[in-house]
């Protein structure tokens, strides 16, 4: 990659007459510079293979991200449902008080029906 890098920078350097300012490139053989081509064409493959593979993983990544907004508008949407507005906090508070106590009578007599039929 150092040679390529060599090239582009003499290349870089040429005036508007095309020809080149430094000798750097001219005392190169004809085998030198085809050597240089084949390795900048190689670098040029290399980065476009990376290139398309980045673009297959931005479209995997869009396509996930989409399908999280919507499981998350799904979500909200579900909240919104299970949530009545009609109903208080303080009303909520009480229908939680009058749960735990059930809950508790109904293991009472779970444990008295153990004890009975033991």
């Known amino acids: 990659?150092?040679?390529?890098?060599?090239?582009?920078k003499?290349?870089?350097e040429c005036d508007k007459t095309d020809q080149y300012s430094t000798p750097?490139?001219?005392?190169?053989?004809?085998?030198?510079?085809?050597?240089?081509?084949?390795?900048?064409?190689?670098?040029?493959?290399?980065l476009e293979h990376e290139l398309m593979n980045?673009?297959?993983?931005?479209?995997?990544?869009?396509?996930d991200i989409k399908v999280l907004r919507r499981q998350l508008s799904d979500r909200s949407c579900e909240n919104q449902h299970t949530m009545d507005p009609r109903?208080?906090?303080n009303d909520r508070q009480t229908y939680v008080t009058q749960l735990e106590e059930l809950t508790f009578q109904v293991l009472n007599v779970f444990q008295c029906l153990y004890?009975?039929?033991k």
Request: proline fraction near 0%; avoid cysteine.
């Open 87 to 89: 109903i208080s906090g």
């Open 24 to 46: 750097d490139i001219m005392h190169l053989s004809t085998k030198q510079l085809a050597s240089l081509l084949v390795e900048s064409r190689e670098a040029n493959k290399s």
């Open 115 to 117: 004890i009975l039929f």
């Open 10 to 12: 003499t290349l870089m």
């Open 54 to 63: 980045s673009r297959e993983k931005i479209e995997e990544l869009q396509g």
């Open 1 to 8: 990659m150092n040679r390529y890098q060599m090239l582009k």
